[in-house]
């Protein structure tokens, strides 16, 4: 950003030469004109000066007696003086700066990073289809509105940030994959349960814990009410506040897990034929310019986005589309029982290890593996420890109509 400041603004190369140079960069540090790139050459020294500071170096050489001389003058004052004549160049390079302007005021890429559960694509076409899309102006994209559409839409987002650098639209999330990921309502809200098991452990901060440890709960009951009571001394409820229920509730819930996979499968082994074709996009819009003839039937097709840019962000509505076709044959392999079970546990395996990744914690395996003619079939549960509080909010007004007509039923 200097380097382009310094050429906006104009600067010369000049060369110094003379009895006393010592004492005119003295004089020069002393009235802090700036001087850089310095380098000796012989008995010449050759620096870089501002256009504007250049006129205040000629007291000083008189002074010293040192002799400058212009080697090169640069920037971009220099550059409309030595054009001024061109107006067809002027006048383009005026327009462009315009188009530069005019397209630095559009949205032409949504990035998205930090999802795993659900592919990039899916979550893209869902955000270009109802809120935000290419060629969309800044100044109507309501980030705040997206982030909270987003977690309301995917249950497993845990938080959603969006910011828009340049031309870019950058969506970051993070999903709830951690023990430790505190969800906590900011209205009055009971904690209820996200799925059916059994209270392992109950920590509560705010609201009336409704469960004990040990006590079977289905989904959708209530673990920490958001709705606190005050009794008198005769144990009788005068004043009901509504609170945020904020807790930790983990139980021991159970996942199903089924796999069954043919002991005989095809491989593909991949030939040398690599063929590519292309396709350019502009405004949304795509042309073929060149397509592969003659493709065999099996091959495995790769798509990579160029994208014309400046810097990382600044995107503009054009990329040039590269698809990549990779020809194979397929090769038919067949395990035996012991290849055939250590593939079923090395799937079990990775099924494991992203429950895992979720921050549960694994107590009890009862998957058990069997072979039936051509097909092996891997069924059981998997026990795990997790946490199931799911936030509800509360209809205080509801809730007190509720109340008034219980409290009315008893007095009848």
Not at 69 to 98: D, E, N, W
């Amino acid at each position: 950003m200097i380097s382009f400041l310094k050429w906006l603004r104009g600067y010369l190369l000049i060369s110094c030469s003379g009895p006393m140079v010592e004492r005119f960069l003295n004089q020069c540090v002393h009235q802090n004109i700036l001087l850089w790139n310095l380098r000796r050459e012989g008995e010449e020294l050759y620096c870089n000066v501002g256009r504007t500071a250049f006129s205040q170096l000629k007291d000083i050489s008189k002074k010293t007696g040192t002799r400058l001389t212009i080697q090169k003058k640069c920037g971009f004052p220099y550059l409309l003086y030595r054009h001024r004549k061109r107006r067809i160049f002027a006048l383009a390079a005026l327009l462009s700066m315009v188009l530069l302007y005019v397209m630095s005021l559009f949205i032409w890429d949504i990035h998205i990073e930090g999802n795993e559960s659900y592919k990039t694509d899916e979550i893209l076409a869902y955000v270009t289809k109802n809120y935000v899309h290419g060629g969309q102006l800044i100044s109507t994209v309501d980030t705040i509105a997206l982030e909270e559409e987003l977690r309301t839409h995917y249950d497993k987002f845990a938080w959603v940030s969006c910011e828009i650098q340049g031309t870019q639209l950058i969506i970051h999330i993070k999903e709830t994959i951690n023990l430790n990921v505190k969800n906590k309502a900011e209205k009055p809200a009971d904690l209820i349960a996200s799925k059916s098991g059994q209270i392992s452990s109950i920590i509560t901060r705010a609201g009336t814990p409704m469960v004990e440890v040990g006590q079977k709960v289905k989904k959708g009951d209530v673990l920490i009410s958001g709705t606190i009571s005050y009794v008198n001394d005769s144990q009788e409820v005068y004043e009901e506040a509504y609170v945020p229920a904020d807790g930790d509730i983990v139980a021991k819930t159970q996942y199903s897990y089924k796999d069954t996979f043919s002991l005989s499968y095809y491989e593909k082994e991949y030939l040398d034929e690599y063929r590519r074709g292309y396709e350019l996009q502009f405004f949304g819009n795509q042309w073929k310019i060149y397509e592969p003839k003659n493709l065999k039937k099996e091959y495995d097709r790769t798509e990579k986005i160029v994208h014309v840019k400046l810097g990382k962000t600044f995107y503009f509505p054009v990329a040039l589309k590269i698809n990549q076709y990779q020809a194979y044959q397929l090769k038919r392999v067949t395990y035996d029982k012991e290849q055939a079970k250590k593939e079923a546990e090395r799937h079990l395996q990775k099924f494991c290890d992203n429950l895992c990744k979720k921050g549960v914690e694994i107590v009890e395996n009862n998957v058990t593996i069997s072979i039936s003619g051509e097909n092996l079939t891997a069924s059981g549960t998997v026990t795990v420890l997790e946490p199931i509080g799911k936030i509800s909010l509360i209809d205080t007004k509801q809730r007190q109509k509720e109340k008034t007509n219980e409290h009315s039923g008893e007095t009848d």
